[in-house]
């Protein structure tokens, strides 16, 4: 063998060795450092009550059934009737929330002679047929509308342990002098509650 040829051998044998070397004096080098974040969903749920008293969710339709005022079964023109309907966030919400009266429908042959309106009142007993308050829906909307409608704020409990304040409603549906005699409705209205953080 010649002096040339066992030379590069040597170089090449020692080139691996220091690439070996080189390797594991830069893997004795790393270093890494971990952190984690853990993530929960809040909680949003807004209930009704048709008496301010009994709260319920009622996310499907028909809802809560209504009580209107008198002679809601026994209509005749020019009448107007009304009913409350209650909001509020529970407890546990950990958001504020904004509501809309998101849609409405009225079925029935009476449905096109009857309009609504609803108003923010200050409690149950103060919704009556001739009660004012903060329009969210303006009367004399056709009963299948919600042409324009305005939103309202709900706010969330303070301790999440009391409900968050409650927003009094107040339906109030007027048959109009095209009333034919024996004939019925049904109105169904949607509020729609969106969190606002």
């Known amino acids: 063998m010649s002096t040339r040829s066992t030379k590069v051998k040597a170089i090449l044998a020692g080139g691996l060795v220091l690439g070996i070397g080189a390797?594991?004096?830069?893997?004795?080098?790393?270093?890494?450092?971990?952190a984690t974040g853990?993530?929960?969903?809040?909680?949003?749920?807004?209930?009704?009550?048709?008496?301010?008293?009994?709260?319920?969710?009622?996310?499907s339709s028909p809802g809560a059934p209504l009580t209107f005022s008198a002679n809601f079964n026994n209509l005749s023109p020019n009448v107007t009737v009304a009913a409350p309907f209650v909001?509020?966030?529970?407890?546990?919400?950990?958001s504020d929330a904004v509501v809309s009266a998101f849609s409405a429908t009225g079925s029935g042959a009476a449905a096109s002679n009857l309009t609504y309106g609803i108003i923010r009142v200050a409690s149950v007993v103060a919704c009556t047929p001739g009660a004012t308050g903060t329009t969210v829906v303006p009367a004399g909307t056709a009963m299948s509308s919600?042409?324009?409608?305005?939103?309202?704020p709900l706010v969330k409990s303070v301790d999440n342990i009391a409900d968050g304040a409650n927003v009094y409603l107040c339906i109030q549906v007027t048959a109009g002098t095209g009333l034919v005699q024996n004939t019925s409705a049904t109105g169904i209205w949607q509020f729609q509650a969106a969190s606002t953080s």
Do not use: C, I, K, Y
């Open 23 to 34: 390797a594991v004096t830069l893997a004795a080098w790393n270093d890494s450092e971990f």
């Open 38 to 59: 853990n993530f929960a969903a809040g909680t949003f749920d807004m209930v009704g009550s048709t008496d301010g008293s009994a709260f319920a969710s009622h996310a």
């Open 87 to 94: 909001v509020h966030l529970t407890p546990a919400t950990t």
């Open 146 to 152: 919600v042409a324009g409608a305005s939103t309202f």
